[in-house]
């Protein structure tokens, strides 16, 4: 079946330093790509998405590039900071469905 | 607008008892999905409902059932339970199909069998 690969696992980075989580998509249909965050004892929730249509879009730290030909999408964290540690997924559609990655955990130090 | 409710919010059960868990999604969304999530094995898609119909089904056993009422709410159902269920259960809603449109959480459910 469809799948989303994410790496690292776990990142851990210096408070103020950037962050990259990479994912990769089977589906060369899939046009959505959401990153959602997990903080501690919260359901996700979603921080910044990008279609298809578009190859990066910025919300003021965090911004999200897409690689269609190459089917990778990645998200980054700038001048990171404490309220920033949390678990991190990605996804993408497939048949109506979104496909999780299996997450990473960053870790802020501080 | 109020967010998606779960109830209840912790659980413990026994080997081989059933259990029913709800979720309230956001009033005007239409589609409920169900994940279970472990320590270090992320989210794992159960089952997603639209309008009272169940669209995909992820790769779970036939102990794991759902259902969605004419109100969008939904209820999953694990039956003859096993310590490997233990998690917490998330639900999420969406205005539409899951796949293309932001999912809204709820707290989850923690189940712990015992």
């Known amino acids: 079946g469809e799948n989303v690969e994410q790496h690292p696992s776990t990142l851990s980075v210096q408070e103020g330093d950037s962050a990259v989580i990479k994912c990769t998509y089977s589906?060369?249909?899939?046009?959505?790509f959401p990153w959602y965050k997990q903080e501690l004892g919260k359901g996700p929730q979603l921080i910044i998405d990008?279609?298809?249509n578009v190859g990066e879009k910025k919300d003021q730290r965090i911004a999200v590039t897409l690689n269609k030909t190459a089917k990778h999408f990645s998200l980054h964290i700038t001048e990171t900071q404490p309220e920033d540690s949390a678990v991190y997924f990605c996804g993408g559609d497939s048949n109506y469905q979104l496909i999780w990655g299996a997450g990473t955990k960053l870790i802020i130090k501080p | 607008k109020a967010g998606v409710t779960q109830t209840p919010r912790y659980l413990i059960k026994t080997r081989g008892q059933q259990v029913t868990l709800s979720c309230s999604p956001i009033s005007g969304h239409r589609s409920v999905s169900w994940y279970q999530q472990t320590p270090g094995q992320g989210l794992q898609f159960l089952f997603e409902y639209f309008s009272e119909t169940q669209r995909n089904k992820g790769n779970f056993p036939g102990r794991f059932s759902g259902r969605q009422f004419s109100n969008s709410r939904s209820e999953m159902n694990v039956s003859t339970l096993e310590l490997g269920d233990s998690a917490l259960y998330l639900c999420a809603s969406s205005p539409g199909a899951s796949g293309d449109n932001e999912q809204f959480f709820g707290p989850g459910t923690r189940l712990t069998v015992l």
């Open positions: 589906d060369s249909a899939s046009n959505y």
């Open positions: 990008i279609r298809s």
